[in-house]
Each structure stands twice: as C-alpha cells, then as structure tokens.
C-alpha cells in the first residue's frame, strides 16, 4: 500500500528500527525490492534519483514503483530522491510521488531555507511529506575512500534552527558516510548523532551514502533517531558481480531474462540483508 515518508519513519522512529530506501532503475530492481520486502513484512522505500530517472523516466519509474506499492499488503513509500530544485520537486509532486526530497545542501542556508518552504509548502497541500538536507554527504570519487572534499558534518544548532524554519518530515544528517562508496569502511560520528537526536527527538534523521557505512554502527545510530537509510551502490555492486560470475561460467549467456535473473537474485539477498540489519522484518 502506498503511504508517506512521514508514516513509517514516525513509526520507526518510536520503534528504534530503520526503513531500508533502495534505489531502482527498473521494473525488474522495483519487484525485487518489493517482494523481498513484503516475504519479510518490512515497510519499504522506493527511491528514484535524477540518473534513474534520466535513464528510464520520472513518470514511468513513478508509475512502475505505484504499481508495487498497490500490489502488496505492506507500507510502501515511493521517493524523489535528490531533487535539486523546487521545479524538480513540483515534477515529483505531480507524477505522484508520496514523498519528495529537495537537497540545497550545497547552497547558503538562507537560500536552502527559502526553498524548501516553498516545497514543504507544496508538498504538504497535496499530502506528501518532505525530506530535506542540512550538512553535506560527500562522494567518494574511488568507490574506497572515506574522504571526500565537499563532505561538511551536520552542526546541531543550525539542524535545529533548519527544522524550525522549514517544518520537513525528515532530515537528511552528515555523520561521516559518503555516497558512492562500494567497500564498508565508513564510520560513523555516534557522538554527532546523539547530540543531534537529543536536540531533535521528534525528528526522523536519514542516512545518505549509507552503503559504506560499518554494519555495527549502523546499528548504533538506529537507536539515536536514524529512521531511514538510503542504500544504492551495495545493491548495484551485488548485481554486477552476480552478472559477472555468471559470464565467467558461462561466457556465451546472450538471453536477457537469463542475464537478469541473478542480478535480480543478488538483489534480492541484499534487500534481505539490510532489512534484518536495519531491524524492519516484521514491521509492516
């Protein structure tokens, strides 16, 4: 059933578990993901980013990520993520998202504020929640290194003074992942986190470039409010060695349903993964 960000990370928030976002690129990725949340009774996030949706469509992959969502007897949330300006989120509003997130990370705080009002305002008219950005998660350029030259950690007063003046649904924090990231080697400020969580205890904070984080304090900043999770690079970095094993076994594979089926397997028992690590089986 489709539902808001709002929904179910209130509830993970209460709960101290966190609900698994997977970036999909296609039908395929979206059924897997879904099944695999549902076979668990795990609520879910469907995340498309700029790049999916360059690749296969804002409206098309909104529309394949609702039609699961319908399908299936469990809390689906279907999220614009990193909409980079107010125009990329009203786009998001009205191919049906039910959440949107606008990331004016990168920009002087009063011009992150003023927008995101804008599309707080927005959103919220239409009934569809928002996340939003204070701080900035960095990318890793190597898909190894923990360092990244635009990352700036999340300051407590002004993640405070952001809630107050733009009422978002949830808050996207920088406690030291980076996007990109194809090794676990991350770790995270659990100290940052606590005092951000203290500060904020309604708040539902979100994790970007969660992929390379350690498993361990992963399960640490669950407890200090972290109620969402995005994860992309883990599951593709599944997929592209599965498809490679394959190849190696049997180089001559050309059919496609043969190809995709142990990406998809791939898929699968990472989703199954971060859901039991994340503490949402059984939530739905």
């Not at 695999?36 to 690749?55: C, N, R, W």
């Not at 204070?134 to 300051?155: N, P």
Request: proline share 2%; glycine share 8%.
């Amino acid at each position: 059933m489709l539902v808001t960000l709002k929904e179910v990370t209130q509830d993970a928030l209460k709960n101290h578990y966190a609900v698994g976002a997977f970036n999909i690129h296609n039908l395929e990725y979206a059924k897997a993901v879904v099944e695999t949340s549902y076979e668990m009774k795990a609520p879910v996030i469907l995340q498309i980013s700029q790049g999916s949706s360059d690749f296969a469509g804002l409206e098309e992959l909104c529309m394949i990520a609702r039609h699961y969502a319908g399908k299936y007897a469990i809390p689906v949330v279907v999220h614009l993520d990193h909409g980079k300006s107010f125009l990329r989120c009203v786009e998001g509003l009205r191919a049906g998202f039910s959440s949107v997130m606008f990331d004016g990370s990168s920009l002087p705080y009063a011009e992150n504020v003023a927008i995101t009002r804008q599309v707080v305002e927005a959103a919220h008219q239409v009934g569809v929640a928002v996340e939003a950005e204070i701080g900035k998660v960095g990318k890793s350029e190597d898909g190894a290194s923990t360092e990244a030259e635009d990352m700036h950690y999340t300051a407590v007063d002004e993640a405070v003074r952001f809630i107050g003046d733009t009422h978002v649904d949830a808050l996207a924090v920088s406690i030291g992942t980076v996007h990109a990231m194809a090794v676990q080697a991350a770790h995270l400020d659990i100290a940052l986190c606590r005092k951000l969580h203290e500060a904020m205890p309604t708040v539902p904070l979100v994790m970007h470039g969660a992929s390379g984080a350690v498993d361990e304090d992963v399960k640490q900043v669950i407890l200090l409010g972290i109620s969402k999770i995005n994860i992309a690079t883990f599951l593709q970095k599944k997929a592209a060695l599965a498809v490679k094993a394959m190849f190696e076994q049997t180089p001559d594979a050309i059919g496609f349903r043969d190809l995709a089926k142990p990406q998809l397997q791939a898929i699968m028992d990472g989703v199954r993964g971060k859901i039991e690590l994340f503490g949402t089986a059984n939530r739905a």
